[in-house]
């Protein structure tokens, strides 16, 4: 039997909900958006700057995403939010019709921002392009979003890296609870809507005050914030598991932000995480290093010069149809733009297509006896690597 969350821009079915026996939390849902369905567990990729770097609109939809994230404070402060709604919103913008989700700017304006003064309003931060001085608040990171014309926005936080002190992180944890109160009345557009951000850091009982709280207040959506930083895998586990205990009987969707590796994601399904988003893959593959079922391939090594097979021999991803590893690592080591493209493209599908690996193994209710012969296809990519953040 399934259940559903009716949200006011959202919809959110589980098709099949982790089993009684908790052998896994893993789950299968749908959640249905206002420019489209998208089946979860699922990856996003992210378009910092309304791209997705490297790749058209096609080739993401030929990697086979779904659901893209952009950038809130990247495309405020370039090319501006009101830019875009002349233009006809991001949506038209960036010729891209699936769903979108924006990230509220909270991550950014404390990563990127060079200067950054936080009080209990907002942020004041000098945009790291120009140096100019700008303020986000709650009610400005909403109005950008609604600007924007995502198909979910996201209440503005602040986040603290997860080894910071408990001081830190409790303050910073009861200000976004503060903020997220004031997201969603600032929040007004009726075709998006609107995921709020439970914090905590590592620390147990403020994860679980943040998750009670995020939980209680009318969000679309739960997202896990303040992970996929410096934590270990154990660290990440255990919160994880704190904050799924307390969700255990809600019926919206869990975002947990940040994460990318193909290893990780897949023991963030297993503890019952639905979404992600990651620069990870696309960042990776830029800098030559492709994945692979079992490890991944340093195009930039010698050896892949005189090799006529493709990257991996099943994928269906551009690079791989048409191309050789030796033509790859040609492009790269002549600082080719194609290189660039087609890694992209690769990476992407890897990982899409990962995702719909885990989801098919969740269908047939095999997921936990899949899972050994999931980790090995996902290779080792965890901890450092699995650590970028979106930016
Ligand atoms: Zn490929």
Known sequence: MSRAFVGAAS?????????????????????????????????MPVGTNATVKALSPD????????????NTYHLYLRPGHERIARLGGLHRFMD???????????????????L???????????????????????????????????????????PVFPSSSREVVA?????????????????????????????????????????????????????????AGDETPAQRDA??????????????PRYLMGLGSPADLLEAVHRGVDLFDSVLPARVARNGQLWVPGGRLNLRNQRHLDDPAPVQDDCPCLGCRRFSRAYLAHLFRANELLAYRLATCHNLTFTL???????????????????????????????????VKSA
């Open 11 to 43: 919809q959110f079915e589980l098709t099949v909900p982790a089993p009684a026996d908790g052998t896994t939390r893993a789950r299968l849902g749908r959640l249905t958006l206002t420019h489209g369905v998208i089946e979860t567990p699922q990856f």
């Open 59 to 70: 080739d993401l939809r030929d990697a086979g995403a779904s659901i893209i994230l952009s």
């Open 96 to 114: 891209w019709d699936r769903p979108i989700l924006t990230d509220s700017g909270g991550f950014q304006v404390v990563s990127l921002g060079d």
């Open 116 to 158: 950054r003064v936080v009080d209990e309003d907002g942020v004041t931060f000098r945009s790291h392009l120009d140096g100019s001085t700008h303020r986000f608040t709650p009610e400005v990171a909403i109005a950008v979003q609604e600007t924007l014309g995502s198909d979910v926005a996201v209440a503005f936080d602040q």
């Open 239 to 252: 919160t994880l598991d704190l904050v799924v205990d307390r969700l255990a009987a809600d019926p919206r």
């Open 353 to 387: 297509d990962f995702m719909a690996r885990i989801r098919a193994a969740i269908l047939a209710g095999t997921f936990p006896a899949e899972m050994a012969a999931l980790r090995v296809r996902a290779g080792r990519l965890s901890g450092g690597e699995g650590a």
């Open 171 to 227: 303050e910073a944890t009861r200000r976004t609870h503060r903020w997220a109160e004031r997201s969603l009345v600032a929040h007004g557009r009726r075709d998006q809507a609107l995921f709020g951000i439970i914090q905590g850091g590592l620390e147990a009982d403020l994860r679980t005050e943040s998750s009670d709280f995020i939980a209680g207040l009318p969000f679309e959506g739960l997202c896990i914030g303040g992970l």
